[in-house]
């Protein structure tokens, strides 16, 4: 499957995946009296832990920190809901967070397509949520997203009214792609305008932040080029200062500024003033914000724009955007 069929992929992947999960049954006893919520993940399986915290923040009741790491918090207990999540099942660091969290708690989940974790889990009696495989594992948000936030939905940790407005949401990213997304438009001319420049990416803190995030992660599997990511205000406190006439002279330079717009009105005077600081030193803003009926809608065109623009710049770049050459490199190294 081509990179581009998997991006488009994306509202379908939320869908058919809601739709063959709607089955799935927990033990109600063994999850209940949950205090707090690990996501264990690298890549493409951790941010989609970040995006569920993010766009589930109004209706979780309890925290979730997602762990990128060999090792698990030590404040967590019996009453830690752990979710493992590996697309591959052979993720090392996540696998070495599975062992660690069988020795604390009995509430554990994995998410996975096989492999390692599949056996482990079943070694242990530990349930195991499949995903479809034979996607690029960055490709296969929808998936992991949807998958992620039915667990939660399943174990009446989320509310079955907010899981259906997520689902909802996905079914207007038909028309979006239409109108921003397909070739020749939005996200395409992005790309090319960015193509030769040195990029930095700004989110908002618990607003946009995720997003960010992904897009610098994008940028670099999918078009094979080094951005920064940071977020707003943060980035008003330091990051600020090292903006300068005198660094990448002979080069572009961007900023795009990843918001919403129910965003802190004191975000948006931050945002608007100090773009207007960097225009003065001759750096190129861009804005990139989406409408939609909800928070939710908004934060899923916002992925999807963003992946699409990761393509673009690729295509415009005479780069292939699937193979990732120095990371399979790296892991037959360490084996």
Not at 5 to 22: A, C, G, V, W
Not at 109 to 123: C, N
């Amino acid at each position: 499957m081509r990179m581009d069929e998997m991006i488009r992929s994306f509202p379908h992947q939320i869908n058919d995946q809601y739709k063959t999960l709607k089955s799935l049954k927990f033990d109600l006893d063994r999850f209940s009296e949950i205090e707090n919520i690990v996501i264990a993940g690298m890549g493409g399986s951790a941010i989609s832990g970040d995006i569920a915290k993010m766009i589930a923040k109004n209706d979780l009741s309890i925290p979730i920190t997602v762990v990128r790491d060999y090792s698990i918090p030590q404040w967590t207990d019996e009453r830690t809901l752990f979710i493992l999540s590996s697309y591959s099942g052979n993720t090392e660091e996540t696998i070495s967070c599975f062992k660690a969290a069988i020795l604390k708690s009995k509430k554990i989940i994995s998410i996975s397509t096989g492999g390692e974790l599949e056996s482990l889990s079943h070694e242990n009696d530990v349930q195991i949520v499949g995903l479809p495989s034979k996607y690029q594992p960055r490709a296969a948000l929808g998936f992991s997203l949807i998958t992620l936030l039915s667990v939660l939905s399943k174990i009446n940790l989320v509310s079955l009214e907010f899981l259906g407005s997520v689902v909802k949401a996905a079914d207007t990213l038909n028309d979006f792609y239409d109108k921003y997304c397909a070739e020749g438009l939005l996200a395409e001319s992005i790309a090319k305008e960015i193509k030769d420049g040195v990029i930095a990416i700004y989110g908002v803190e618990s607003s946009t932040d995720s997003i960010a995030s992904r897009f610098r992660a994008q940028i670099a599997e999918n078009s094979k080029m080094l951005s920064t990511f940071n977020v707003i205000p943060e980035m008003n406190h330091n990051e600020i200062e090292a903006w300068n006439e005198f660094q990448f002279m002979d080069m572009k330079k961007i900023a795009i500024w990843i918001h919403d717009e129910d965003d802190h009105p004191r975000i948006s005077d931050r945002i608007k003033i100090t773009s207007k600081l960097l225009a003065e030193i001759d750096i190129k803003n861009i804005f990139i914000k989406c409408s939609g009926d909800n928070y939710q809608e908004r934060c899923l065109k916002l992925l999807f724009l963003n992946d699409w623009i990761s393509y673009y710049l690729a295509k415009a770049n005479n780069i292939d955007p699937i193979p990732v050459n120095r990371i399979m490199n790296l892991k037959s190294k360490l084996s």
